[in-house]
């Protein structure tokens, strides 16, 4: 059976997905664990994303499966935690990693389901996707090399941004470039034009540009700026009612990575996130706001200001410092942090439910204790007694002079 009815929108998905569905279909799929949480929250969401499609009459089916139960179909689709959220369009698939929200989600679709390289044929439509896109990728020319590799490239990153293409005198006569073809990125009020001298692989530097210079960044977002490998130097500021200290460091933040693009754009990121539940696991710790800090996502590190930043050329030295390294980097993802960050996670998960329910958090943790005792117990108890060949030796040398003494009766009638 492929699937049977979950909702009027959604289909609950069988493992036999795969073989039953017409070549030329396109699923969102939702894989999900009965136990999960996070599963439960986006439950909504998803039937709202399917009736949304569904009202425009969008060719994307929608569909869930249960992971537990379908485990070949979640085999198939490489599904390692939940709730995973996959595209399959012609047998490729494509992975979701933005946040659980219905507008993340409807946006990858809408990226994933249309032209790879969508053409821009006029200034309004060039227009347009300005006004809807805060960073812009644009191809200027015709076919070349560099096309193909533009192509390629949106085969990857289909799945965080949109790719398009234009003739010269589709862009407005404001944008000069140096020579055709050309890939333009457009963000943060001007624009900037790819040179492969200067930016290396087209991909790594699409990869690279696609973040606004400056943005709100929730824990998402940071963790594809980390694996971007650049820097993000971070504001954390309360959720509500920002106090002075909280609009002091996003004014200035904000005023540097306008100011020193040029000079510091190829090593960071700058935003603010509101909140501190993401950093409190990066630091193991309860950070207290506001706080201006240094992520290093790459490998799990931090820096912090050594005094308090006051202006702008405070901030330029801390991140001069952290650059040629007289700034020490906190953290990591050494052997030490790795156990550490264990303990941390245990305890944060325990926490809530000791609080909550103490009986079941001790049977969490007496249970698997005392599993293991029993297991090193038996194990002791059932290992073999071990002779080492050389005290083996010993023992006999030590009781030859007495075996010697001691004659057998056989011995004492023929003397």
């Not at 990857?156 to 941004?161: A, F, K, S, V």
């Not at 890939?183 to 530097?205: A, H, I, N």
């Not at 809530?352 to 038996?378: D, E, K, M, N, R």
């Given at each position: 059976m492929l699937f049977s009815s979950a909702s009027a929108f959604v289909e609950e998905l069988s493992d036999s997905f795969m073989e039953m569905k017409a070549a030329d279909d396109i699923?969102?799929?939702?894989?999900?664990?009965?136990?999960?949480?996070?599963?439960?929250?986006?439950?909504?969401?998803?039937?709202?994303?399917?009736?949304?499609?569904?009202?425009?009459?969008?060719?994307?089916?929608?569909?869930?499966?249960?992971?537990?139960?379908?485990?070949?179909?979640?085999?198939?689709?490489?599904?390692?935690?939940?709730?995973?959220?996959?595209?399959?369009?012609?047998?490729?698939?494509?992975?979701?990693?933005?946040?659980?929200?219905?507008?993340?989600?409807?946006?990858?679709?809408?990226?994933?389901?249309?032209?790879?390289?969508?053409?821009?044929?006029?200034?309004?439509?060039?227009?347009?996707?300005?006004?809807?896109?805060?960073?812009?990728?644009?191809?200027?020319?015709?076919?070349?090399?560099?096309?193909g590799n533009y192509t390629t490239a949106a085969e990857e990153l289909i799945i965080h941004t949109y790719f398009f293409s234009a003739a010269?005198?589709?862009?407005?006569?404001?944008?000069?470039?140096?020579?055709?073809?050309?890939?333009?990125?457009?963000?943060?009020?001007?624009?900037?034009?790819?040179?492969?001298?200067?930016?290396?692989?087209?991909?790594?530097?699409i990869n690279r540009e696609r973040f606004p210079n400056y943005s709100k960044i929730d824990s998402y977002t940071l963790y594809a700026m980390g694996e971007s490998g650049k820097l993000v130097v971070l504001v954390l500021v309360e959720e509500k009612n920002l106090c002075e200290q909280s609009l002091r460091y996003k004014g200035l933040l904000e005023k540097v990575a306008a100011g020193q693009r040029e000079t510091l754009s190829r090593n960071f990121y700058f935003g603010f996130m509101e909140g501190n539940d993401y950093i409190n696991g990066l630091v193991m710790g309860e950070v207290i706001l506001p706080l201006l800090l240094v992520v290093n996502l790459s490998n799990d590190g931090y820096f912090l200001p050594t005094s308090t930043l006051k202006t702008e050329r405070h901030l330029l030295d801390f991140l001069n410092g952290v650059l040629d390294g007289s700034i020490h980097c906190h953290g990591g993802n050494g052997l030490i942090q790795r156990i550490r960050r264990l303990f941390y996670n245990v305890?944060?998960?325990?926490?809530?439910?000791?609080?909550?329910?103490?009986?079941?958090?001790?049977?969490?943790?007496?249970?698997?204790?005392?599993?293991?005792?029993?297991?090193?117990?038996?194990?002791?108890?059932?290992?073999p007694m071990l002779i080492n060949e050389d005290d083996t030796e010993e023992g006999i040398a030590l009781l030859a002079p007495s075996l010697q003494h001691r004659k057998s009766p056989t011995d004492k009638k023929s003397d």
């Amino acid at each position: 059976m492929l699937f049977s009815s979950a909702s009027a929108f959604v289909e609950e998905l069988s493992d036999s997905f795969m073989e039953m569905k017409a070549a030329d279909d396109i699923w969102l799929i939702k894989f999900y664990a009965p136990w999960c949480r996070l599963c439960k929250q986006l439950d909504p969401v998803w039937h709202q994303i399917g009736s949304e499609l569904k009202s425009l009459g969008s060719p994307v089916n929608v569909g869930k499966s249960d992971a537990t139960i379908n485990t070949g179909l979640a085999k198939e689709f490489r599904v390692r935690n939940y709730p995973a959220i996959l595209m399959l369009k012609k047998d490729v698939k494509y992975n979701y990693s933005g946040p659980r929200t219905k507008e993340g989600i409807l946006d990858f679709v809408d990226r994933v389901e249309g032209p790879l390289v969508r053409s821009l044929s006029s200034l309004q439509l060039f227009q347009h996707a300005m006004i809807q896109h805060n960073v812009l990728f644009v191809y200027v020319g015709a076919t070349s090399s560099l096309k193909g590799n533009y192509t390629t490239a949106a085969e990857e990153l289909i799945i965080h941004t949109y790719f398009f293409s234009a003739a010269r005198d589709i862009l407005p006569k404001a944008v000069s470039l140096p020579s055709l073809p050309a890939v333009v990125v457009f963000k943060d009020g001007t624009f900037f034009t790819y040179s492969e001298e200067q930016d290396g692989d087209l991909k790594l530097w699409i990869n690279r540009e696609r973040f606004p210079n400056y943005s709100k960044i929730d824990s998402y977002t940071l963790y594809a700026m980390g694996e971007s490998g650049k820097l993000v130097v971070l504001v954390l500021v309360e959720e509500k009612n920002l106090c002075e200290q909280s609009l002091r460091y996003k004014g200035l933040l904000e005023k540097v990575a306008a100011g020193q693009r040029e000079t510091l754009s190829r090593n960071f990121y700058f935003g603010f996130m509101e909140g501190n539940d993401y950093i409190n696991g990066l630091v193991m710790g309860e950070v207290i706001l506001p706080l201006l800090l240094v992520v290093n996502l790459s490998n799990d590190g931090y820096f912090l200001p050594t005094s308090t930043l006051k202006t702008e050329r405070h901030l330029l030295d801390f991140l001069n410092g952290v650059l040629d390294g007289s700034i020490h980097c906190h953290g990591g993802n050494g052997l030490i942090q790795r156990i550490r960050r264990l303990f941390y996670n245990v305890k944060v998960t325990l926490t809530p439910v000791f609080s909550q329910a103490p009986l079941l958090g001790c049977f969490l943790v007496g249970f698997p204790l005392t599993f293991v005792a029993i297991f090193c117990y038996l194990c002791c108890k059932a290992r073999p007694m071990l002779i080492n060949e050389d005290d083996t030796e010993e023992g006999i040398a030590l009781l030859a002079p007495s075996l010697q003494h001691r004659k057998s009766p056989t011995d004492k009638k023929s003397d």
